[in-house]
């Protein structure tokens, strides 16, 4: 598993971002989106311990719906459809205007970092994310974005095991898939 710490930090941002923002299905049950989307969106770029950021209702607007286009690319990664994830991720990479830069943050050293022309908020992770992503489709790792296979469950996952055998996007999904085998089994014996 190839996935620096920078590149893995910003595609489960964007995991976060699409399983929070997006409707659909979560985990059995339908799930129509966040009731309040500018709480979830900060819930979503404050996972694996990073800063919560104060996030507007613009902001939030504008990274759901950036959401809803990532969606597009991890669905199209997920049945193989590269083509078409890519040809999405390079509209997110023209729409935000990513560019490469190194910072300096908190840790010690540089980190490259994806930012947009403009560096609100919205545009910045948008930017990252859009980065994140093809950096993943464009190597042997596009493999690794994918949709939860528990029936009634889209939400999605990036598999940063060392198998490459994640199918969920979640331990619930997976212990309520192996829960109903496991049921299914007993009835017929």
């Known amino acids: 598993m190839n996935f620096d710490s920078h590149i893995l930090a910003v595609l489960t941002a964007a995991v976060a971002l699409v ?99 403009d560096d609100t908020l919205a545009n910045g992770w948008a930017a990252g994310c859009a980065a994140g992503l093809a950096m993943a489709l464009g190597s042997d790792l596009a493999g690794r974005l994918g949709v939860c296979s528990a029936p009634a469950c889209d939400r999605v996952f990036v598999d940063a095991s060392r198998n490459s055998a994640k199918r969920f996007c979640s331990p619930q999904c997976q212990s309520r898939v192996k829960a109903a085998a496991h049921r299914a089994r007993r009835q017929t014996s």
């Open 19 to 117: 399983n929070r923002l997006t409707p659909g299905q979560s985990g059995g049950t339908p799930f129509d989106g966040p009731d309040d989307l500018t709480a979830a969106t900060a819930d979503a770029l404050g996972d694996d311990g990073r800063p919560r950021p104060e996030v507007t209702t613009a902001q939030a607007r504008q990274l759901a719906a950036v959401a809803s286009r990532m969606r597009i690319v991890f669905e199209a990664a997920h049945r193989g459809e590269t083509d078409r994830a890519a040809e999405e991720v390079n509209a997110l990479l023209r729409d935000t205007h990513a560019r490469p830069q190194l910072d300096r943050t908190g840790s010690p050293g540089w980190n490259l970092h994806f930012h947009g022309a």
